[in-house]
């Protein structure tokens, strides 16, 4: 078992910068492949980026490529996703999402069983 918290989000103006958060309890956090996925309201829940277990690759979404990055710290047991040059279209709960043990990164949400609560970022224009 994963638990997740996240912490980061907040209101930001377009073009700026947030640095978000998530920390993952158990002692399985090295063998997890990591996710952010972001819900807008109205919307589907839609990935954002993810990364191995072992950092070895990541991936982004298209719409977020060059702006977001994803790192993790497995002796902290940490998850980050760096995100610059902020637009309103970012505004959403973001949600980071682990995968079972050992398991490659995916872009499905329905692949990953375990979440955190969401963390709101707003992006003011």
């Known amino acids: 078992q994963v638990q997740l918290v996240e912490s980061g989000g907040g209101l930001v103006q377009a073009g700026g910068s947030l640095r978000l958060s998530c920390a993952a309890s158990g002692r399985t956090f090295s063998r997890n492949s990591m996710g952010w996925f972001r819900q807008a309201p109205g919307k589907e829940r839609e990935f954002v980026a993810a990364?191995?277990?072992?950092?070895?690759?990541?991936f982004y979404a298209d719409s977020v490529k060059g702006r977001f990055t994803i790192s993790r710290d497995n002796a902290k047991n940490t998850v980050s996703l760096q995100m610059n040059s902020l637009k309103p279209e970012d505004t959403a709960v973001y949600y980071c999402?682990?995968?079972?043990?050992?398991?490659?990164?995916?872009?499905?949400?329905?692949?990953?069983?375990?979440w955190g609560q969401g963390t709101q970022v707003t992006v003011s224009s």
């Open positions: 999402a682990a995968r079972k043990d050992w398991l490659d990164s995916s872009q499905i949400r329905y692949e990953y069983p375990y």
């Open positions: 990364i191995t277990w072992n950092s070895a690759r990541t």
